[in-house]
């Protein structure tokens, strides 16, 4: 075997080139992964634009991953060759307030894999084995490839707190928002309701299983939430998972008086917050940022229970040589897609 491998670098925005570099060994703690398959986030889409405020070029995208275990480093244990694998892509400090306190996800230091570290965007990856996340024997590299965004939704729906039995509202239903209303369903709502101004991502959360799809554009949001959830009552919790001024504005002037809004979109710019109805209703903002590595394994517990689809989110596979055709594809057409999928060996 050659000790060469294909690695794809952003050198600038748009700008995507392959390299021939030499294929890293684990050292010690450490594990190589052949790296299958990367998803495409909304996060990688702003790198590629040069939109993303905390990356710089060139950088290895890739955080969105799934691989197989071929060479341990010393002193590992609990891995074994051939065991598939997904990263937890945060590298934090381990010192600070955050780390000290069980927040390593908001680190004062904190570097993720594919935006301020080189990422997993080549044919093979080494990384910490403490923090690789061993996936079922059973479950594909596409799927494997998805835990990472669905952990961003269980964090989300565990800061609401027990969601068992409550009505909730779900605004935006792209790939994290139909992820959520998915995961609130799989821990125990009662009943959700996903709502968007996009048709096709309505119907994707109808069939995956959601009980109540709305289209915000075109149905009064308020008057929905009270035929199908009380007239008094509405959403127990709503999850903002739009990332615009228009549907934070909607949430927090249908919101029940009282109502917990858990903040999951990431803002491209900030918005206006209406503080005066949000202290009069005794509303409370929640925000949540990324996951932790319980939010891994209770991510991969919901797929195999069947409580979470994850293939009928990914509307587009590409191959590793097509990488830059993977985003024009999301540019060109960003209403029909959902997630994109990099097959980088099979």
């Known amino acids: 075997m050659s000790n060469k491998m294909k690695q794809a670098v952003m050198t600038a925005p748009k700008t995507i080139k392959f390299e021939q570099v030499d294929i890293p060994s684990p050292g010690p703690g450490e594990v190589q992964i052949n790296i299958k ?26 955080h969105e ?20 694998v997904t990263p937890e892509p945060q590298v934090f400090c381990g010192k600070c307030w955050p780390c000290t306190h069980g927040l390593y996800n908001i680190c004062n230091e ?40 669905l952990s961003v939704a269980v964090r989300a729906v565990k800061k609401a707190g027990d969601i068992r039995g409550k009505d909730v509202l779900v605004m935006g239903a792209g790939p994290i928002g139909n992820l959520v209303a998915q995961t609130a369903k799989g821990m125990g709502a ?3 309701m996903a709502a968007d101004i996009n048709s096709f991502r309505l119907e994707k959360a109808a069939e995956c299983g959601i009980d109540y799809t709305l289209d915000s554009a075109k149905q009064d949001l308020e008057a929905e939430l009270k035929s199908r ?25 249908s919101a029940r008086k009282g109502t917990d809004i858990v903040v999951v979109a990431v803002y491209g710019k900030a918005p206006t917050v209406d503080m005066a109805m949000v202290n009069e209703a005794e509303l409370r903002l929640i925000g949540t940022a990324r996951y932790n590595i319980d939010d891994f394994r209770t991510a991969i517990d919901l797929v195999n229970d069947g409580k979470v689809k994850l293939a009928p989110l990914v ?8 990488y830059d055709e993977a985003y024009q594809k999301i540019a060109k057409s960003p209403e029909t897609t959902m997630k994109v999928m990099i097959r980088v060996n099979d």
């Open 37 to 62: 398959r990367i998803g495409v986030c909304g996060s990688d889409i702003h790198v590629y634009h040069g939109l993303h405020p905390y990356t710089s070029y060139p950088i290895v995208q890739g």
């Open 65 to 84: 991953t799934a691989g197989e275990v071929t060479a341990i480093g010393e002193g590992v244990t609990g891995i074994k060759h051939g065991d598939k």
């Open 110 to 149: 904190l570097k993720v894999i594919g935006f301020q570290q080189n990422g997993t965007a080549c044919d093979y990856y080494v990384y910490p084995a403490d923090c690789l996340v061993k996936l079922p024997a059973e479950m594909s590299y596409e799927q494997g490839a998805m835990i990472e965004p």
């Open 190 to 192: 009662n009943a959700v």
């Open 229 to 253: 959830f009380g007239e008094e009552k509405k959403a127990d919790v709503i999850f903002e998972c739009t990332g615009v001024q228009p549907g934070l504005e909607a949430v927090i002037k």
């Open 315 to 322: 509307t587009d596979t590409f191959d590793f040589a097509d």
